[in-house]
């Protein structure tokens, strides 16, 4: 059976999948990180531009905007929203395919939820179906594909978009499997955005092309539906590999419980070294002579900015990020990342000092710190994001972040809704709030 057939079956409810409380409850914490992330980052400029522009197009007024109280179409929403909640990138990172699954499928699911009627038990499902199959075509798709040059999270986040949509709008497996061959000649994505406004928009247009896929399908639109993995599809196209361990255990296995959260507000590959540097603090930034870090190859070409001038850019550099944690800036602080903040002369003097290298004995998820003192000694440290967190604590670093981002009162009654799972208007009513 194909990954199309499978993938199809499992969104249409074809199949019978049982949704553990474990995976709805991690859904639930991500949609809150979601949604504080997205409310924190209404102002940014990737944020305001695309929500302009929507706005200046009007249309049908079905959907949400964050930060703000016009409504605008389905497809519109999810592209300006998407984009929002990935303008700050800080949201949740799944490391089984390096992309950022919520940023482009809750976005898609909201849009279609509110356009079509649904409950908000029935989008936090769909949401949860929507990310586990991203999650699922990013493994199938393989490393080679982000390797190569594509961002998961505009590609992978796609089809992950796609089948949420057209879960809530009720489409049979037949309609999600062509569903899934029309968003194949839309998904898209570049890590050479990465340290752009680009790069946000990727999940705006994951959203977005996934709510046009599902709507034109249910309007009756015909497409290639082996276009995911046929000869000239996206994958044999894009550099997938193809690998079956994508599809094991679909329905029974949920990969989506072992999202990673931030808890730094920077790119996910930097967290293991600064929760390594955490380990050592305090270091005197005038006592180092030299910080060594060591980390799986394919962050190399992700998140080592070596001289990065931008507040954008220090989100994607080590030495800047290890710079800032030493000399006292809060790294999970949004304002801490700044041009200001790059082109302080303490910072570029540590910086400079910074030196990375790859290591493929390193895991992914994780990274070593050796810092050398003026006097000789040496500190060593070690951290991998993928140590055990038990939901609880997660809950609590969540809703701790929440309450800094957007302050204790709404973070506690954005997260009511959420856990209750009664009221989509509650929820929307919330994030069209302007401040």
């Known amino acids: ?26 859904m639930q ?7 504080v992330v997205g409310m924190a980052g209404r102002d940014e400029p990737v944020s305001r531009i695309t929500r302009e522009m929507v706005l200046e197009e009007a249309g049908a007024t079905h959907a949400s905007l964050i930060g703000h109280e016009t409504r605008v179409p389905a497809r519109a929403a999810a592209l300006a929203n998407g984009a929002t909640s990935h303008a700050l990138d800080y949201d949740d990172t799944h490391f089984a395919h390096i992309g950022h ?18 409950d908000a038990a029935a989008m936090q499902e769909a949401a949860l179906i929507g990310v586990e199959a991203s999650v699922r075509v990013g493994v199938w798709l393989g490393r080679d594909h982000y390797q190569t040059g594509f961002h998961q999270t505009g590609t992978a986040g796609a089809f992950g978009a796609a089948l949420a949509a057209a ?8 309609g999600c499997a062509m569903a899934l061959g029309l968003v194949a000649t839309r998904a ?31 309007r009756g639109f015909e497409a290639n539906p082996d276009a995911l993995e ?19 255990g679909l329905g029974q296995d949920w990969l989506f419980e072992t999202v990673s959260h931030k808890f730094h507000a920077c790119c996910h590959g930097l967290h293991a070294a600064l929760e390594a540097g955490l380990t050592l603090a305090p270091l005197n930034a005038e006592q180092i002579a030299r910080i060594e870090v060591t980390t799986h190859p394919r962050w190399m070409t992700v998140c080592n900015q070596i001289a990065p001038m931008s507040g954008l850019g220090a ?41 990375i290298s790859a290591d493929d004995a390193v895991a992914e998820t994780a990274t070593r710190l050796r810092v050398v003192l003026q006097n000789g000694t040496v500190l060593n440290a070690t951290h991998d994001l993928n140590a055990p967190m038990t939901l609880d604590l997660r809950q ?4 701790s972040k929440a309450r800094s981002l957007i302050g204790a009162e709404q973070a506690d009654r954005l997260w009511s809704v959420i856990s209750a799972q009664t009221d989509l208007a509650q929820l929307t009513a919330i994030l069209r709030s302007p401040k």
Not at 16 to 24: E, G, K, L
Not at 29 to 35: I, K, N, P, Q
Not at 167 to 174: K, P, V
Not at 396 to 399: E, N
Request: aromatic fraction near 6%.
């Open 230 to 248: 046929s000869a000239q599809g996206f994958g044999p196209t894009h550099a997938g590999q193809g690998l079956v361990e994508g599809l094991e």
């Open 188 to 218: 898209s994505g570049l890590k050479s955005q990465f340290g752009t406004m680009g790069k946000p928009f990727n999940a705006g247009l994951a959203a977005s092309n996934g709510v046009e896929a599902a709507m034109l399908v249910a």
């Open 167 to 174: 879960r809530l709008m009720g489409l049979d497996a037949q």
């Open 396 to 399: 609590q670093k969540i809703q």
């Open 315 to 355: 989100k994607f550099s080590y030495g800047t990020v290890l710079a800032m944690q030493i000399l006292g800036h809060d790294t999970a602080v949004l304002d801490s990342y700044s041009a200001a903040v790059c082109a302080d002369p303490a910072v570029k003097a540590l910086r400079d000092r910074v030196y």
């Open 1 to 26: 059976m194909n990954i199309t057939r499978q993938l199809s079956d499992f969104a249409s409810q074809k199949t019978n999948t049982v949704i553990p409380q474990s995976a709805m409850r991690m």
């Open 29 to 35: 914490l991500s949609l809150l990180d979601w949604a």
């Open 101 to 118: 699954p919520s940023v482009a499928v809750i976005p898609a699911a909201l849009a279609v939820a509110e356009t079509s009627g649904a």
